[in-house]
């Protein structure tokens, strides 16, 4: 079965860093792009950054380019997502998601998400 | 960039309605739009993927289609675990976009 757990949400102030894993198992973790999707507390969903199975290719949404870094590692099959200069508005329930490489199939299994909370 | 506007935002409807949410591209992105349900304090869950293909597992209820800009996810006769919250998503070209979701309602 495939499986996603994400981790490392927490209460941090602004302008502050944190770091977000997500563990994978079940599937080949490589073979496959990985995302990082956050929801605001009441709000919608809005993608946040997405990286390639080998790692070299990234992309960020635009109102998190600049202060997040995704990454990952592909022999601890462990996706992560580094985040500094946090504001406010990062508040959220963090997804990763699993991302087809075709950018067809995307999103086929989440996580439970993981909860950021940017406040003093 | 793209932006995708769904519509209705929410609806209120009783089970056995037949519900239709439909989904604007800015820009046309072929086939790759997909449909994600979300039920209250759950991860979202694939319902349809290319448009119009049906996740494994997904009830054949839900039916998506459309190409270009214009697309619609219709569930033919709602049941109780339906209601919840529907969003679509272009992954055409980055980045990424998610409509703002419709809420199904009874």
């Known amino acids: 079965d495939v499986r996603l757990l994400e981790s490392g949400g927490d209460l941090v102030q602004p302008g502050g860093s944190l770091r977000l894993s997500c563990a994978a198992s079940?599937?080949?973790?490589?073979?496959?792009?990985m995302t990082w999707i956050r929801q605001a507390p009441g709000k919608g969903l809005e993608w946040v950054s997405t990286?390639?199975?080998?790692?070299?290719?990234?992309f960020y949404g635009d109102s998190v380019k600049g202060r997040f870094t995704i990454s990952r590692d592909n022999s601890m099959e462990e996706l992560y997502l580094q985040m500094n200069s946090l504001r406010a508005e990062d508040t959220a329930v963090y997804y990763c998601?699993?991302?087809?490489?075709?950018?067809?199939?995307?999103?086929?299994?989440w996580g439970r998400g993981t909860l950021v909370a940017v406040s003093s | 960039d793209i932006q995708m506007t769904q519509s209705p935002s929410s609806l209120s409807t009783s089970v056995g309605d037949r519900v239709t949410i439909t989904c604007r591209a800015s820009q046309n992105i072929t086939f790759y739009l997909s449909w994600f349900q979300q039920t209250s304090g759950e991860a979202p869950k694939l319902l349809i993927y290319a448009a119009s293909s049906l996740q494994s597992g997904v009830p054949s209820r839900f039916r998506g289609s459309g190409s270009g800009t214009d697309f619609t996810l219709t569930i033919s006769s709602l049941q109780p675990e339906d209601f919840a919250t529907y969003y679509c998503l272009q992954t055409y070209t980055t980045p990424w976009a998610l409509g703002q979701g419709t809420k199904v309602e009874i």
């Open positions: 079940g599937f080949t973790f490589s073979d496959y792009a």
């Open positions: 998601a699993k991302w087809g490489i075709s950018g067809i199939l995307v999103g086929d299994y």
């Open positions: 990286l390639s199975g080998s790692g070299g290719a990234a």
